[in-house]
């Protein structure tokens, strides 16, 4: 049965369990953004960070390690504490921790310390992450639509807004009263959304064909040890891998491509990965509506051949504009990939499934821009860039090849 039929089939349920599914709608979006917001605002603030803490480049980087280490090895317990606690639990737990942690950095004074309190900010992040994630992949089942975008989209706005923001106080507000600022939003959001969240429960879903099948969360649980459903999972956490990389490489690198390569002004340079960020978000907007049409497996193959295509025009073309129009094409076809792959992988699996296909996805982030370093030393930076394009084809083979899986669903 194609999924648009589907979802026509299981939106139709009237009532209290509609009421309640839009409601943890809202409030998951809510947290979704709060998560974008709170992690761009730190983001901001890493030079004055850095000048005060005293660290030199090489000393910051390895203390900027602290973020990705605590998030990769949280992850994967996480989902454990969602499968035993309930993901909506854990959210609000990790959400408070977020918040607070956000604070520690600039209260530091040497690299070392900055590293360490970054270990708590990451595994704070990485926890929310796969939280808020097993929690929407239960919601999506619960709708019967496709609407997962939606959540990583509010992501994306909660970060530009954050950047935005961080870029208008930079000038007039301390980095230790910024980052409480945030401190003071993060708590007030969690408690008024996490109070709501807390109360919010995410019912069974229709039966798919009549026959009193179980709920979602049994029938993983009953397939938790099943090897070709771990397969699976590590699959669509490759297809994560991939399109992550592509998002890492051009926060780090596009912007130099643009100035030493093509020789565009600073200015003009900086807008390139606003172009692809700008699209990314436009694309995750339109993704329910994309997915409805579409269906997954289509969407992944389309997003990734778009993807390819958008990056080869941004890595190799001669003219500004025109790798300017590469990265955003680059942006709205790897915009809804990442949040296919960690639907699908926690429709297979539940949290477990969420936090192997998050920390392979962010493993890909973390390894995009060091790949693309050494392989501008090797080769050259657009030549690098390319490899963007290349891992994009991947996940858009690799989608063609699980087409069947992905368009029968768990």
């Known amino acids: 049965m194609p999924i648009v039929n589907k979802a026509r089939k299981h939106n139709a349920v009237p009532g209290r369990r509609g009421h309640d599914l839009v409601r943890l709608r809202v409030v998951l979006t809510v947290f979704f953004a709060l998560d974008g917001f709170v992690f761009a605002g730190w983001v901001v603030r890493i030079p004055a960070v850095k000048e005060q803490t005293g660290a030199s480049a090489s000393a910051l980087g390895l203390a900027l390690l602290g973020v990705s280490a605590g998030a990769v090895v949280t992850m994967m317990l996480t989902g454990r504490l969602c499968g035993r ?14 918040s607070l942690s956000v604070a520690l950095p600039p209260l ?17 992040y990485g926890g929310i992450n796969v939280a808020f994630n097993s929690a929407a992949v239960d919601l999506v089942a619960a709708l019967g639509r496709p609407v997962m975008p939606s959540f990583h989209a509010a992501f994306s706005l909660g970060g530009m807004i954050g950047a935005g923001l961080g870029g208008l106080v930079a000038g007039s507000l301390s980095p230790t ?13 969690t408690a008024v959304a996490g109070r709501v969240l807390l109360r919010c429960e995410v019912p069974a879903p229709a039966d798919r064909d009549g026959s009193g099948a179980r709920p979602p969360r049994e029938e993983r ?9 771990r397969r699976l ?15 890492g490489a051009l926060a780090d690198w596009g912007a130099l491509h643009l100035e030493e390569d093509l020789g565009a002004r600073p200015g003009v340079a900086a807008a390139g990965y606003t172009c692809f960020a700008l699209a990314m978000t436009i694309g995750r907007l339109t ?11 289509r969407t992944v193959i389309a997003g990734g051949t778009l993807a390819c295509a958008g990056m080869l025009l941004g890595a190799l073309s001669p003219a500004v504009w025109a790798a300017l129009l590469g990265f955003a094409v680059a942006g709205l076809g790897l915009a809804n990939i990442f949040p296919i792959a960690v639907e699908r992988a926690g429709a ?24 693309i370093g050494f392989m ?3 080769f050259s930076l657009p030549a690098a860039l390319t490899s963007v394009a290349v891992l994009a084809a991947v996940a858009a083979a690799i989608g063609y090849g699980t087409r069947r899986v992905t368009r029968a669903g768990p």
């Open 85 to 98: 606690y309930g993901s909506h639990r854990v959210t609000v737990v990790c959400g408070v921790l977020l």
């Open 108 to 124: 530091t004074h040497s690299a070392p310390a900055l590293g360490a309190v970054l270990l708590v900010f990451g595994a704070a």
């Open 177 to 189: 009263r910024h980052l409480l600022g945030l401190t003071v939003i993060g708590l007030v959001v």
């Open 221 to 229: 649980a009953a397939r938790g040890t099943d090897a070709r459903t």
């Open 233 to 247: 999972v590590v699959v669509f956490g490759l297809i994560a891998l991939c399109t992550a990389y592509g998002e």
């Open 287 to 297: 993704g329910t509506r994309l997915l409805e049409r579409l269906g997954l497996s």
């Open 348 to 371: 297979l699996a539940g949290p477990g499934g969420v936090a192997t296909a998050s920390t392979l996805g962010y493993g890909g982030m973390l390894l995009g821009p060091p790949a």
């Open 376 to 378: 501008a030393d090797w």
